[in-house]
């Protein structure tokens, strides 16, 4: 009795569901999907999983059914609004503790997390790309006077020593560009 408050109206959606997936038992939670415990009750958990991942999910889920309890087994649960939220179980075995063919699934909604991961990812390729682009930005630059100093080491005519010398003048002002765009960036 103690326990009952806390599995009905805990945050986490507690399944219990048997070895082929009828869903026997689910919390006060559900309906932060979308349902009611009256509809879910009797349906198949498999029927609400993404469907590209069920064939790996059916797999891991045969696996779990010999074990004693598993940890953080991630998947996507459809919800009443045909979206798809991603959670994660830990799943206790009944067989093992009670002689049933079913398992206690504690399913945490980790949507944000994966929203998060996602946007983390976004970021990061960003930034990879921004660095790329200003390091040919400024590479152009110093490369062209690299080029016309090494040039004008060679003892060139007046006129090609002036041209040269504008053309460094000319890359270095670019150079000056960038890096103030990038400090004001």
Not at 13 to 29: M, Q, W
Not at 45 to 69: A, G, V, W, Y
Not at 150 to 172: F, G, M, R, W
């Amino acid at each position: 009795l103690f326990f009952r408050p806390v599995v009905e109206e805990g945050s986490d959606v507690i399944f219990i569901v048997d070895y082929e997936g009828l869903i026997l038992y689910c919390n006060n939670a559900i309906k932060d999907l979308g349902y009611s415990e009256s509809f879910i009750i009797g349906k198949n958990f498999f029927d609400f999983i993404e469907p590209s991942i069920l064939p790996e999910f059916k797999k891991n889920f045969d696996q779990i059914t010999q074990k004693r309890f598993s940890e953080s087994v991630e998947f996507q649960f459809k919800c009443k609004d045909k979206s798809y939220a991603y959670f994660e179980f830990n799943s206790i075995n009944l067989k093992q503790k009670d002689g049933l063919d079913g398992l206690i699934l504690d399913c945490r909604d980790i949507s944000q997390r994966k929203r998060d991961a996602e946007e983390l990812l976004r970021a990061q390729k960003a930034k990879e790309l921004f660095l790329a682009n200003i390091s040919h930005e400024i590479r152009t630059p110093i490369n062209g006077i690299a080029g016309m100093a090494d040039l004008l080491s060679q003892n060139p005519s007046a006129e090609d020593q002036t041209l040269y010398l504008k053309a460094i003048k000319t890359a270095a002002e670019n150079l000056k560009v960038i890096i103030n765009d990038i400090l004001d960036l």
